[in-house]
């Protein structure tokens, strides 16, 4: 069964502390994965997809990795901004069209 | 502007009714889907449709119906036979492009039950 385990379940950082999320994925062949991020009560923002091992992708102060096991959601210098849900989720071979998520990270970054 | 539309944004439903939640989208996209967001748990795939006129169920589909006349709406009943319907729905389409995919969010129903 294609799994996405996500952690820490939260996470309390201080205004310029830089830290990373994790994204661990069991699939049997992976298509896609992706990042968003979600504020309370709305419906999650669209970040990052990455397809291969090795891929890096950045925007203002994230930047996603990918290996065969796992993704990294680096933040760096957050601000009190970027305090949200990080969702991950991957896309498998074989036809699904069923993005499988994570149950996310809360971020909380204090001024 | 190009997006996706959910309406309502809060749907009160009362005991043995059913409730229909609007999607609407005018990004040209062949594909839509349905999820179900309950808290501490990863989205969950209600129902999802690759063409009009064509839909298959998610992993949730119980309780639940939906239809895909036009290429642009895509809306979800939630019927009496939901027996737990309180979450938030969540509507995406997706882009398919050359070596890239990606599904974009609509900004979600909450609906509560009465």
């Known amino acids: 069964e294609d799994q996405v385990t996500q952690s820490p379940e939260a996470l309390r950082l201080q205004e310029g502390e830089s830290s990373s999320l994790n994204c661990s994925y069991t699939v049997s062949g992976l298509r896609g994965l992706f990042w968003y991020r979600q504020d309370p009560g709305k419906g999650p923002e669209f970040l990052f997809t990455l397809y291969s091992a090795g891929e890096e992708k950045e925007k203002e102060r994230l930047k996603a990795t990918l290996t065969k096991k796992e993704s990294f959601l680096h933040i760096t210098a957050p601000k009190p901004e970027d305090s949200a849900t990080y969702l991950c989720a991957v896309l498998t071979q074989g036809g699904s069209e069923k993005l499988v998520f994570g149950k996310g990270t809360k971020l909380t970054v204090n001024p | 502007d190009g997006g996706i539309t959910q309406s309502p944004k809060y749907l009160f439903r009362k005991e043995g009714q059913n409730v229909t939640l609007s999607c609407e989208q005018n990004?040209?996209?062949?594909?839509m889907y349905w999820y179900r967001q309950d808290p501490g748990q990863g989205l969950r795939l209600i129902y999802y449709s690759q063409i009009v006129n064509d839909f298959q169920k998610g992993d949730i589909a119980e309780g639940y119906s939906v239809s895909r006349e036009k290429k642009e709406s895509f809306p979800l009943t939630v019927t009496s036979a939901q027996k737990n319907p309180t979450a938030f729905y969540l509507c995406?389409?997706?882009?398919?492009?050359?070596?890239?995919?990606?599904?974009?969010f609509g900004p979600g129903t909450r609906l509560l039950v009465l």
């Open positions: 995406a389409s997706k882009y398919r492009g050359t070596g890239q995919e990606t599904q974009y």
């Open positions: 990004l040209n996209h062949d594909a």
